[in-house]
């Protein structure tokens, strides 16, 4: 096995998943700009504790986070919200203001869409970075970037900023990044792309930031047809059709069954392969000269993606969301349902169906009703306002100020605060290590998926070599030369664990420069990972036996990964 696994295996127990992990960016720690940012911080703190006319200053009080940004208060923003059902045109009308613009930014759930707009912005000739946790792909005198929407840029000012999927700012746990995105970022212009769900809600919270603020309704540009029979078999799967599930297990099982039969091969994207690879199965199912001409999928593919898919198949309308099994709710189906039959795709009219019949009724009743209205988006105190509080409260640890924070924040009607159970869960561990409080807030944000084992020694292992010795060697927690092609669904699971543990050095890497020196290394060996996992699935399941005409690719040179 490639990791070295920890000696302490009891924080291994401490499951952290998937909250604030696609590194939120509330605070630059940058190390000039933390003794900057810490220098005013400590005069604000002077100015409220010092002298005769000492006033007691609540920092858990949230009920203003507008006024956190005071670069995008100065401007009276011209904001339109761009809203309509899936494939209605929301995203290409915000993007085609942004490349006219004269700067700009794209913030997006999902690094795929983040990817998809650079790559349309420089094929239109406007150079655009790419910036994702993990990535910076910096294009000479590039005046524009895509960003998943953790490293919206809330000190710049631009021309145009377009924020896609806003109504995920009631999600529970991201949703704050969208809410720091909405109120921090400073444009002429911001766009914001998604479900007239959302509507209300924002009118009300940028009522206090005296924005221009527009709605702009669409409605869809091909037909989305509800069949009223299911698929019923896999001898009815048909070109360009995409089956959803959302358990792995299932959805190697129905990609199996479904090239058993020797018709079709499957390319499938799920949420832990990584991004690299779920990037090149999309484009191989989407290529129309390739024989990967049906998709299995979970929900990784139902926000904004632009897929060949003709017709959507729900192998089930129930989903496990950590707690119990539950129906899908109305915007996760619409969401799903929404990217087949994409305007300007091969196929101009959209089906959807369900494996089985009894499943098409909440299919149909979900499709008909409208979302329900957000009523809140979520909120988190940005690293200031924990440094603060931590100034008057020296002794408490990261765990017992941000519990502090969760009991005692105040917020206006319009938020939430973000579900932190999660970070909670790290800062038990990094807690106990001798940190600086901005290191630990670091680790604790960092995109570390604390329900995998293989990912949380990882984390574990970087922090505390990290607060021994100040500098972390690739090396002391991985090895590199042994990754293999997986044999098995375990081997696999694991390979996707150590891409989890890599992917981590890597965002490290980007924050604290000089103490994660390797960030080649983990990269090379991250693509390797993927490559192997990409050799796994191409032999996986029944192969025609014919020659293949696949699209090439690197081939997996055992000489490479050996030097590596
Ligand atoms: N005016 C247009 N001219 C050409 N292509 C268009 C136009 N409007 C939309 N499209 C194309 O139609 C497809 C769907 O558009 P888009 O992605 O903007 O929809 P959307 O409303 O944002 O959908 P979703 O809610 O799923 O994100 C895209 O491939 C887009 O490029
Ligand atoms: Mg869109």
Known sequence: MALLLLRNRKASALGIPRILRDNVEPFSLNSEKIIGAFASVDVIIRSYCSGSGMKKFDFTDLTRPHTWYPLARKKVRKVILHVGPTNSGKTHQ??????SSSSG?????L??????????LNKANVSCDLITGQEREEVDGAKHRAVTVEMADVVSDYDCAVIDEIQMLGCKTRGFSFTRALLGICANELHLCGDPAAVPLIQQILQVTGDDVKVQSYERLSPLVPLNVPLGSFSNIQTGDCIVTFSRHEIYRLKKAIESRGKHLCSIVYGSLPPET????ATRFNDASSEFDVLVASDAIGMGLNLNISRIIFSTMKKFDGVELRDLTVPEVKQIAGRAGRYGSKFPVGEVTCLDSEDLPLLHKSLLEPSPMLESAGLFPNFDLIYMYSRLHPDSSLYGILEHFLENAKLSENYFFANCEEVLKVATVIDQLPLRLHEKY?????PVDMNDDISSQGLTQFATNYSKKGIVQLREIFTPGTLQVPKTQAALRELESIHKVLDLYVWLSFRLEESFPDRELAASQKAICSMLIEEFLERLGWQKPRVKKVTPRPKLNSAVVSRC
Do not use: D, H
């Not at 670091?442 to 960092?446: D, G, T």
């Open 278 to 281: 779920r990037t090149r199965q």
């Open 105 to 109: 930014i794209y913030c997006g759930p």
């Open 111 to 120: 690094r795929l869409l983040a990817w998809e707009v650079a790559k349309r």
């Open 94 to 99: 915000a993007l085609s203001r942004l490349e």
């Open 442 to 446: 670091l680790f604790c944000i960092s």
